[in-house]
């Protein structure tokens, strides 16, 4: 009991169970970290604890159920216990929808996270609240192996008679392709739905992001899912497609090498002068480098002067991207670039955030989309007028680092509108 309680603690509170090491080498080693389960099992007996004490200095050294195997078990069972509630709860509601994504996990292994919507009676609060609830992870090839493995065991023997010199082993099951097509995704999606215990009759939604591998009308996931619950509707992502609109529109070359990835490869300068880490660059959520914008233009010079500092290490390789860094933040084309992404961005990264609730009133999720584009197009309507106070903030920002705005580049002349105004061109080409 102790053991369960332990791993139900640390399971809500988020942490890990296990350290490095679990076990001492020698009786020497007493202070070794131990990790959190065997640590708090300690400390409740430190502080009084009398059953964790008793079970501590009375059981055997086999009946302490503190080894790995046992706690790997009490976290099957958990999860097990957290799937059945969940369940009942959509017996009783009936109806349901099913929420997926696929993605490669540190070790390269497919993971497919499962998770389910639907509504649920509150006693605390008396009323019908919408609940999106986890169920698990899923490695999803290797469902798709045990799959596929018995498809081709039952097309070998439909009877389901084994022969007497078939030793169980065969070499052509050991080559079967495992492509994670949409086709085969929808498979495993539906394989887990039987095996959770969801009925596909009453499924009458699916969610997941809008790429290819999902949408596709003739091979996509949500499409196989379709043939076996022939009640569910595609209901989109909209954060995703949101996220999908914004990188497809931003094609212009200047916003592409504003948001490219430059980094030196010691931060530490950078961390002591700047005193915070700058943010990472979302490689799929494009709205949420609204952030990294705001903190590197607001942190500006103390970006530059951490840059500088690196151009003096003996260190050639780090010293000579610092001083590449510096000659690309320091173009005028980046400076106007980053002026305007800072004012543009946060006109969406609002929606994005409202998007991502649980629970939306389609009136009012339509006037967020309807005010963000509102915004947009009012910028676009008077964009002498918006530009040229972002132009101004930029040549502000300019002088202070002594860069000159009016150096345009040789091709500035030569193009189908040529002009010798700074302000126009970069109005034009950002």
């Not at 988020?14 to 490095?20: E, K, V």
């Not at 070794?32 to 007996?45: A, D, P, Q, S, V």
């Not at 939604?205 to 790429?211: F, N, S, T, V, W």
Request: glycine letters at 6%; hydrophobic letters at 35%; charged letters at 25%.
């Amino acid at each position: 009991m102790c053991s369960v309680e332990n791993v139900v603690f640390l399971g809500r509170q988020g942490l890990a169970l296990r350290g490095h090491r679990e076990s001492t080498v020698n009786s020497c080693q007493t202070d070794m970290n131990r990790g959190n389960f065997l640590e708090l099992m300690t400390f409740r007996k430190e502080c009084g604890d009398i059953r964790v004490a008793q079970h501590l200095e009375t059981a055997g050294k086999r009946n302490l159920y503190q080894s790995k195997v046992i706690q790997n078990d009490i976290i099957q069972g958990c999860g097990e216990e957290i799937v059945a509630t969940i369940m009942e709860r959509i017996s009783t509601t009936k109806y349901y929808s099913i929420l997926f994504d696929e993605t490669p996990d540190i070790n390269h292994l497919s993971q497919l996270s499962l998770s389910v919507r639907y509504s649920h009676f509150d006693e605390t609060m008396k009323k019908h609240v919408v609940r999106e609830d986890f169920l698990r992870f899923v490695d999803a090839r290797q469902v798709l192996e045990e799959m596929q493995v018995r498809e081709y065991d039952d097309a070998r023997d439909p009877d389901g008679v084994e022969d007497e010199d078939d030793d169980g082993v065969d070499a052509e099951t050991e080559d079967i392709e495992q492509s994670l097509t949409g086709v085969n995704l929808g498979k495993v999606v539906v394989q887990c739905m039987l095996r959770i215990g969801l009925n596909p009759n009453y499924c009458v939604g699916i969610g997941a992001d809008g790429c290819s591998v999902n949408t596709s009308e003739n091979v996509g996931a949500i499409q196989e899912i379709q043939k076996t619950a022939v009640n569910a509707v595609r209901a989109p992502c909209q954060n995703h497609i949101l996220n999908l609109s914004i990188s497809k529109a931003s094609v212009v070359p200047a916003v592409k090498k504003a948001v490219h990835k430059h980094r030196p490869r010691d931060h530490r300068r950078l961390v002591k002068t700047f005193h915070r880490c700058l943010p990472k660059l979302c490689e799929t959520r494009w709205v949420e480098r609204h952030e990294a914008v705001q903190v590197f233009h607001d942190g500006f010079s103390e970006v530059t002067a951490a840059l500088h500092s690196i151009c003096k290490w003996k260190d050639t390789d780090s010293s000579g991207k610092a001083n590449t860094l510096i000659t690309v933040i320091h173009q005028p084309e980046f400076i106007v670039t980053l002026v305007c992404l800072r004012d543009v961005l946060p006109s969406t990264v609002s929606l994005s955030r409202f998007l991502q609730k649980e629970v939306i009133d389609m009136e009012q999720a339509s006037n967020a989309v309807q005010d963000t584009i509102s915004v947009l197009e009012e910028k676009r309507r008077n964009s002498e007028e918006m530009f040229g106070v972002l132009f101004q903030e930029a040549k502000d920002l300019a002088k202070e680092h002594d860069i000159d705005l009016q150096n345009l580049p040789r091709s500035a002349g030569r193009g189908r509108n040529p002009t010798a105004d700074a302000e126009s061109f970069y109005r034009q080409t950002v």
